[in-house]
Nanobody, 115 residues
Framework: VQLVESGGGLVQAGGSLRLSCVAS????????MGWYRQAPGKQRELVAAITSGGSTNYADSVKGRFTISRDNAKNTVYLQMNSLKLEDTAVYCC??????????WGQGTQVTVSS
């Protein structure tokens, strides 16, 4: 199983980025997919998640700014990030999990928001 993130980078505050996570070696459509982030000196936190049925949930800090989506035909989960803030700077990782199934993590992609 492999999860590969892309789309991170350096962006000015107020800008946008779209992260992608492509999965292989797993039956993608059965998994809940989540985006997590970890900033230096802070604990990892859940940013957004989407179930196999398409239900979503978001951290309060990103509601209204971030949108998670998935394309099961492409084995890909996306995170559209708008109105980025300095405090969104972190390494963003995707994770796949599900009832009775193993958890899988990607290696992460760096997002840096500058003023």
């Amino acid at each position: 199983v492999q999860l590969v993130e892309s789309g991170g980078g350096l962006v000015q505050a107020g800008g946008s980025l779209r992260l992608s996570c492509v999965a292989s070696g797993m039956i993608f459509r059965f998994y809940r997919m989540g985006w997590y982030r970890q900033a230096p000196g802070k604990q990892r936190e859940l940013v957004a998640a989407i179930t196999s049925g398409g239900s979503t949930n978001y951290a309060d800090s990103v509601k209204g700014r971030f949108t998670i989506s998935r394309d099961n035909a492409k084995n890909t989960v996306y995170l559209q990030m708008n109105s980025l803030k300095l405090e969104d700077t972190a390494v963003y990782c995707c994770k796949g999990d599900g009832l009775g199934m193993s958890d899988y993590w990607g290696q992460g992609t760096q997002v840096t928001v500058s003023s």
